[in-house]
Nanobody, 122 residues
Framework: QVQLVESGGGLVQAGGSLRLSCAAS????????MAWFRQAPGKEREFVAQ????????NYADSVKGRFTVSAENAKNTIYLQMTSLKPEDTAVYYC???????????????WGQGTQVTISS
């Protein structure tokens, strides 16, 4: 069973930066694709970014392109989400997910972390 543990959330002012981390307990064909999703209060979960352990096939939601960067550190079984120029609308619980298929749909990810809160003040 793969376990994903996120960290790095917090409260920052608009325009600031945060880096989220997601540590995977193991890697297998089931965790070929790693992604970040987020869910704001009263809203549906939405795709943020995805990558593979080789840092290929990165993809971003239009709302975060140019501001967020997803990357993988194989030696630590960890992926990161570097977030810059943060906006109040980025406020959400951010979830790490792992799956075997490149997809922007959460339905294609079989493993999820517990989430980390990101709050951006205006």
């Amino acid at each position: 069973q793969v376990q994903l543990v996120e960290s790095g959330g917090g409260l920052v002012q608009a325009g600031g930066s945060l880096r989220l981390s997601c540590a995977a307990s193991t890697r297998s064909w089931r965790t070929t694709v790693m992604a970040w999703f987020r869910q704001a209060p009263g809203k549906e979960r939405e795709f943020v970014a995805q990558t593979t352990w080789s840092d290929e096939h990165t993809n971003y939601a239009d709302s975060v392109k140019g501001r967020f960067t997803v990357s993988a550190e194989n030696a630590k079984n960890t992926i990161y989400l570097q977030m810059t120029s943060l906006k109040p609308e980025d406020t959400a619980v951010y979830y790490c997910a792992a799956g075997s298929t490149l997809s922007m749909s959460g339905d294609h990810y079989s493993h999820w972390g517990q989430g980390t809160q990101v709050t951006i003040s205006s």
